[in-house]
């Protein structure tokens, strides 16, 4: 009986190295390809950022002067640290809303629901330049649909993109009527929840507002949070506003920091410099992805789960 068992375990050793060796195998080329375009590029970002490079000229060794001169001398890099921030807040907030909202209208049995669907996924696929030019003609002072509307009802014009307070959260509405792709996630994730759970629910006596707080939320969670975190980072990433539309300004206040960058690198040739704000942006993003992963296990639920 002893020698059965140890054959049985020396053969579910073999097997388990065996499926071990293949598991390994299939992840070299998604590790050779985070390593090559990933990994290698921002250990080339970070070893750059040392350096003063125009790019053509041969580069000199500064040591931490650009990180030094970033947080002494640019005010554009703090103004763009808080503009990136503010409008990654109000485009996430107001995407995961929205999407959430939407996604659960499509869910429901209507007509054409397969016509609507597609409607509100076509902003996410456009290109993001044409989109922004498109809802600058309807930001336009003098003749945009928007002024036209506000005149009709006895208000007074608003210049949405060219006022200092109201870009930012005008170029969030952008953004958020962009969030095609988590109402797709979102509605795949409702039409996973078990209806037995509502059902119950019902007979319990839940009105509809209970059924979605205790049970759609919970059961949507790890959706939630998925569409939360590449919200977040897709958001932080922004540049396409302010090479479109606003060139930074007014002033400082759409001065993203991914444009912040683009500026340096591309129009004033300072390459070591725009590395140095890049290398501070992936930390920024770093840690606030750090918190939404340290934060989850208080609010994720996983069904089967504690």
Not at 8 to 36: C, D, H, N, Q, V
Not at 74 to 82: A, C, R, T, V, Y
Request: charged share 15%; hydrophobic share 50%; proline share 4%.
């Amino acid at each position: 009986m002893s020698r059965l068992v140890n054959k049985t375990k020396r053969r579910r050793s073999r097997m388990s190295i065996r499926e071990e060796r293949t598991a390994y195998l299939y992840l070299i080329p998604a590790f050779l390809g985070l390593t090559f375009i990933t990994y290698l590029p921002l250990l080339g970002v970070f070893t750059i950022s040392f350096f003063e490079w125009k790019g053509i000229s041969s580069p000199k060794f500064v040591g931490f002067y650009n990180y030094v001169k970033l947080f002494t001398r640019d005010h554009f890099f703090k103004d763009s640290i808080i503009v990136t921030i503010y409008f990654s807040l109000l485009a996430v907030a107001g995407s995961m809303i929205y999407s959430l909202f939407i996604a659960m209208l499509l869910n429901r049995k209507i007509p054409a629901r397969g016509f609507f669907r597609a409607i509100f996924y076509v902003p996410y696929v456009l290109p993001a330049t044409a989109v922004y030019i498109g809802w600058s003609w309807l930001y336009e002072t003098n003749f945009g649909l928007f002024n036209y509307l506000l005149t009709k009802v006895g208000l007074k014009r608003v210049q949405f993109i060219a006022n200092s307070k109201l870009v930012v959260p005008s170029l969030a509405l952008i953004s958020v009527w962009l969030a095609g792709n988590l109402i797709v996630i979102f509605l795949a994730g409702l039409q996973n929840v078990p209806q037995i759970y509502h059902e119950a629910a019902e007979i319990d006596g839940a009105n509809s507002w209970q059924r979605f707080r205790h049970i759609t939320v919970p059961c949507m969670t790890p959706i939630i949070f998925y569409n939360l975190l590449m919200s977040l980072i897709t958001n932080m990433q922004i540049v396409v506003p302010a090479l479109s539309l606003t060139d930074g300004g007014p002033g400082n206040s759409s001065m993203f920091m991914t444009y912040l960058m683009y500026r340096y690198a591309f129009k004033s040739n300072q390459m070591g410099y725009a590395c140095a704000i890049s290398f501070i942006f992936f930390i920024i993003i770093a840690i606030f992805t750090g918190i939404l992963f340290a934060t989850s296990k208080a609010w994720i639920f996983y069904e089967g789960g504690d």
